[in-house]
């Protein structure tokens, strides 16, 4: 899924000076320059952000791309971006769109009804390369099919056309009713992006190499263009993207001139790095450090709304793990309580089913798995098997996610209560980039693997509709009952049917499938410096940078 590119290097002269290599210096840039540093904990994967489903891309190109909607800050709620207003008509497949006035794209191409149709045919006419759902995982799940679809496990596409009716009108039409259709549109993999880059800069060529997708353009890399409050200033992986403030915006400026984002892996590091001045703020800070920024006079803890769940993915198109009587003992044999009691200091609770208690649909009846070795043993004998069941059980390396703060622990402390259970552990490894997210995607990524999910929007379609509406390569299964039920739950306008609809189809999901184990609802923590001001931490993760200032700035 991701690929190491050669990268132009960001001339060392830019007019906000160069990053700072010491925390002094780093202070004094900030102060100077109206620069933030800010760490994540990895590269992005690509910046087109039609082809990633990780947040630390989505981090970047938050800045630089917009939709024709988005989330208000802080919030799931659907506000105008692009688009100024919509409708839709009484069959409910014909969305119309009146569009913003006067934006440009970072390349001054101008946004208008003919580049969101442009938009809207490139991800329905994507073939090839493209279509393996490590490429296309969002259209995939939104929209299920292409207008070629290459592989029979992709079902027809929800899209059916676009339309102008002018330069700031444009009419998309879907093949049937679709409730999630509108905020699923705040996705940042469905934000629009400059037709003149797509095409000069080659963004629609790729390959698969050793079974992971690789764009061979040099857009996704080099020259990402939208219409964002900054511009894309340059790309060293390992070390840091630079974003510039675009002076052109059609809305109030950023008030920033400069943000430099950089990845450290390592919680530690990013920790000290704060503690020092070296830079302004950092994600996924891990429960355990939150007294540290605490109790320091000169740093700040900002919590991000819990809205995530960390599971333990099953992938039944792998034996033993076809067999529902080895998920179910997996579930039993997982013990979770302690994971959450040992890694998440407080800052999460055990979670029950695929999505977060505050959505709707989420149901108090769904089957629950406490931590039973003897039960889980007791399982495998009755599937007809000899112990101890061996399985391969993958975990990230290099990253820390909100919803996962460690990975290597809590693989650690899975495997250990497995192998009480029954189960013989072959461990595996990727680092978060460039393979394992592609890995865990198409379905090769063990029997089980580490993984969650922060969610996009607030509908449960985003939680279980993305994971199980169709057959996803993840999870190596599909239900004719299961996409039935969430199928008549996708189009119900009715919130009081849909809510009982989510509830059977999460009771369904935990009785009768269980192709997963969720195991946390995590409470995210974010440190800063007391100089940040203006950071709105959002429930979907993806931050937006343009309200922050740093100092007096």
Same mark, same amino acid.
Request: charge should be positive; aromatic fraction near 12%; proline fraction near 8%.
């Given at each position: 899924?991701?690929?190491?590119?050669?990268?132009?290097?960001?001339?060392?002269?830019?007019?906000?000076?160069?990053?700072?290599?010491?925390?002094?210096?780093?202070?004094?840039?900030?102060?100077?320059?109206?620069?933030?540093?800010?760490?994540?904990?990895?590269?992005?994967?690509?910046?087109?952000?039609?082809?990633?489903?990780?947040?630390?891309?989505?981090?970047?190109?938050?800045?630089?791309?917009?939709?024709?909607?988005?989330?208000?800050?802080?919030?799931?709620?659907?506000?105008?971006?692009?688009?100024?207003?919509?409708?839709?008509?009484?069959?409910?497949?014909?969305?119309?769109?009146?569009?913003?006035?006067?934006?440009?794209?970072?390349?001054?191409?101008?946004?208008?009804?003919?580049?969101?149709?442009?938009?809207?045919?490139?991800?329905?006419?994507?073939?090839?390369?493209?279509?393996?759902?490590?490429?296309?995982?969002?259209?995939?799940?939104?929209?299920?099919?292409?207008?070629?679809?290459?592989?029979s496990?992709?079902?027809?596409?929800?899209?059916?056309?676009?339309?102008?009716?002018?330069?700031?009108r444009?009419?998309i039409?879907?093949?049937?009713?679709?409730?999630?259709?509108?905020?699923?549109?705040?996705?940042?993999?469905?934000?629009?992006?400059?037709?003149?880059?797509?095409?000069?800069?080659?963004?629609?060529?790729?390959?698969?190499?050793?079974?992971?997708?690789?764009?061979?353009?040099?857009?996704?890399?080099?020259?990402?263009?939208?219409?964002?409050?900054?511009?894309?200033?340059?790309?060293?992986?390992?070390?840091?993207?630079?974003?510039?403030?675009?002076?052109?915006?059609?809305?109030?400026?950023?008030?920033?001139?400069?943000?430099?984002?950089?990845?450290?892996?390592?919680?530690s590091?990013?920790v000290?790095?704060?503690?020092?001045?070296?830079?302004?703020?950092?994600?996924?800070?891990?429960?355990?450090?939150?007294?540290?920024?605490?109790?320091?006079?000169?740093?700040?803890?900002?919590?991000?709304?819990?809205?995530?769940?960390?599971?333990?993915?099953?992938?039944?198109?792998?034996?033993?793990?076809?067999?529902?009587?080895?998920?179910?003992?997996?579930?039993?044999?997982?013990d979770?309580?302690a994971?959450?009691?040992?890694?998440?200091?407080?800052?999460?609770?055990? /979670?029950?089913?695929?999505? #977060?208690?505050? *959505?709707?649909? +989420?149901?108090?009846?769904? @089957?629950?798995? &406490? =931590?039973? %070795? !003897?039960?889980?043993?007791?399982?495998?004998?009755? /599937?007809?098997?000899?112990? #101890?069941?061996? *399985?391969?059980? +993958?975990y990230?390396?290099? @990253?820390?996610? &909100? =919803?996962? %703060? !460690?990975?290597?622990?809590?693989?650690?402390?899975? /495997?250990?209560?497995?192998?009480?259970?029954?189960?013989?552990?072959?461990?595996?490894?990727?680092?978060?980039? &460039?393979?394992?997210?592609?890995?865990?995607?198409s379905?090769?990524?063990?029997?089980?693997?580490?993984?969650?999910?922060?969610?996009?929007?607030?509908?449960?379609?985003?939680?279980?509709?993305?994971?199980f509406?169709?057959?996803?390569?993840?999870?190596?299964?599909?239900?004719a009952?299961?996409?039935?039920?969430?199928?008549?739950?996708?189009?119900?306008?009715?919130?009081?049917?849909?809510?009982?609809?989510?509830?059977?189809a999460?009771?369904?999901?935990?009785?009768?499938?269980?192709?997963?184990?969720?195991?946390?609802?995590?409470?995210?923590?974010?440190?800063?410096?007391?100089?940040?001001?203006?950071?709105?931490?959002?429930?979907?993760?993806?931050?937006?940078?343009?309200?922050?200032?740093?100092?007096?700035?």
């Open positions: 899924m991701k690929r190491r590119p050669k990268l132009l290097l960001l001339a060392a002269a830019l007019a906000v000076g160069a990053l700072a290599q010491t925390a002094t210096a780093a202070h004094h840039e900030a102060a100077a320059t109206g620069t933030m540093i800010y760490a994540g904990a990895a590269d992005p994967t690509y910046l087109d952000p039609a082809l990633v489903s990780d947040g630390e891309s989505f981090r970047i190109t938050k800045q630089i791309f917009e939709g024709l909607v988005d989330l208000k800050p802080g919030t799931t709620q659907v506000v105008p971006k692009l688009a100024l207003s919509w409708s839709v008509d009484k069959s409910r497949t014909k969305w119309t769109f009146n569009l913003r006035p006067k934006v440009k794209f970072h390349d001054g191409t101008p946004f208008n009804a003919a580049a969101v149709c442009y938009n809207f045919d490139r991800w329905y006419n994507f073939s090839g390369p493209f279509q393996d759902p490590g490429a296309t995982f969002y259209y995939q799940s939104i929209f299920y099919g292409f207008k070629n679809n290459a592989s496990t992709l079902s027809p596409s929800l899209f059916k056309g676009c339309r102008t009716h002018g330069a700031l444009v009419v039409t879907l093949t049937k009713p679709n409730g999630p259709f509108l905020p699923s549109l705040a996705l940042q993999s469905f934000a629009m992006q400059s037709p003149t880059a797509l095409k000069q800069y080659d963004a629609d060529s790729a390959q698969i190499v050793n079974g992971s997708f690789r764009p061979t353009g040099t857009y996704a890399f080099q020259h990402p263009t939208g219409t964002g409050p900054f511009k894309f200033g340059g790309w060293t992986v390992k070390e840091k993207v630079i974003l510039n403030r675009n002076d052109q915006y059609w809305g109030p400026k950023a008030k920033l001139a400069t943000v430099v984002v950089r990845p450290i892996a390592d919680n590091a990013r000290q790095a704060l503690q020092t001045g070296e830079i302004n703020g950092m994600d996924l800070l891990q429960p355990q450090d939150v007294p540290t920024v605490k109790g320091n006079a000169n740093l700040k803890v900002l919590s991000r709304p819990s809205f995530n769940v960390a599971y333990v993915g099953i992938n039944q198109a792998k034996p033993p793990t076809n067999n529902l009587l080895v998920r179910k003992a997996i579930a039993y044999g997982l979770r309580q994971v959450v009691n040992s890694f998440y200091a407080g800052r999460a609770q055990v /979670a029950d089913e695929f999505q #977060p208690p505050q *959505l709707f649909g +989420w149901s108090k009846n769904v @089957v629950k798995y &406490p =931590y039973n %070795p !003897d039960k889980a043993k007791q399982l495998l004998q009755q /599937a007809g098997l000899t112990l #101890p069941v061996t *399985l391969d059980f +993958w990230p390396t290099g @990253v820390s996610r &909100p =919803y996962m %703060p !460690d990975p290597q622990r809590n693989f650690e402390a899975f /495997a250990a209560s497995l192998e009480k259970s029954g189960f013989k552990i072959v461990a595996h490894s990727a680092p978060w980039r &460039p393979d394992y997210v592609a890995k865990v995607n379905g090769d990524a063990g029997n089980i693997n580490l993984i969650g999910w922060t969610g996009d929007y607030g509908d449960p379609d985003d939680f279980i509709g993305v994971f509406q169709k057959f996803n390569p993840q999870f190596g299964f599909s239900n009952k299961l996409t039935a039920l969430l199928d008549k739950a996708e189009q119900e306008t009715n919130l009081e049917t849909r809510i009982k609809l989510y509830q059977q999460n009771e369904m999901i935990m009785r009768d499938i269980v192709p997963g184990v969720p195991y946390a609802h995590s409470v995210p923590a974010l440190g800063f410096q007391k100089s940040v001001n203006g950071y709105i931490a959002s429930p979907i993760g993806t931050d937006p940078f343009a309200t922050v200032s740093v100092g007096g700035q």
